[in-house]
């Protein structure tokens, strides 16, 4: 299976509410990031955890790391209409990168 | 943040003819191109490396003959996807590397071939 499975696959939720999703991923890492993607576009870089962090904050981003589960949550908060997109996990070395499955997150307005 | 363009972003083509996509990096120089192939409500599979001056490196189960990569400038790579067929429809997207190792994304190609 691939490096960076996130779960849920797809999540619908209330305008306001906070939007949780969960990366998990196989082998040793430097760092972990999450990717944004509206429908049929390219990638917007959201935010990137170091291997030796374990939360970092960006706005209404919350980022976890746990390095003993090798596992990652990305929190959003009051959630927004526009934050309805496509949410990916990356690992990667020397800057390539594999992305896991993806999660749809819909947020009704 | 810097700016990573792709051209065109939709191209249909007739099967068997040979599409070409140019990812640029508008505001600084990368070395260091990627390509990858997305798949409808799937994830993003890379398909290949692209070095300025030298050969791309291909992914296992890429056909470099298929898919030709040329990276002849530091902001400039092209992604030539040879002799098309309808199975090679798909988003195309590329990123490049900084020189201080940040990656951007270009907005994607969406290829369908009849």
Not at chain 1, 31 to 51: A, C
Not at chain 1, 58 to 84: E, F, H, N, P
Not at chain 2, 37 to 48: E, G, H, N, V, Y
Request: glycine share 6%.
């Amino acid at each position: 299976s691939q490096q960076g499975e996130e779960d849920p696959q797809a999540l619908s939720i209330q305008e306001g509410e906070n939007a949780t999703m969960n990366c998990s991923y196989k082998t040793s890492i430097n760092n972990l990031q999450w990717y944004r993607q509206n429908s049929g576009r390219g990638l917007v870089h959201l935010i990137l955890i170091r291997s030796n962090e374990r939360e970092k904050h960006s706005g209404r981003l919350r980022v976890t790391l746990d390095t003993s589960k090798k596992s990652s949550s990305l929190l959003i908060t009051a959630s927004r209409a526009a934050d309805t997109a496509s949410y990916f996990c990356a690992t990667g070395a020397n800057s390539k990168l594999t992305f896991g499955k993806g999660i749809t997150l819909s947020v009704r307005p | 943040g810097a700016v990573v363009s792709q051209h065109p972003s939709r191209v249909i083509c007739k099967s068997g003819t040979s599409v070409k996509i140019e990812c640029r990096s508008l505001d600084f120089q990368a070395t260091t191109m990627f390509w990858y192939r997305q798949f409808p409500k799937q994830s993003l599979m890379l398909m290949a490396t692209s070095n300025e001056g030298s050969k791309a490196t291909y992914e296992q189960g890429v056909e470099k003959d298929k898919f030709l990569i040329n990276h002849a400038s530091l902001t400039l790579s092209t992604l030539t996807v040879t002799s098309a067929h309808p199975e090679d429809s798909s988003f195309y997207i590329c990123s490049a590397v900084s020189s201080v190792d940040e990656q951007f994304f270009g907005p994607g190609t969406r290829l369908t071939v009849l």
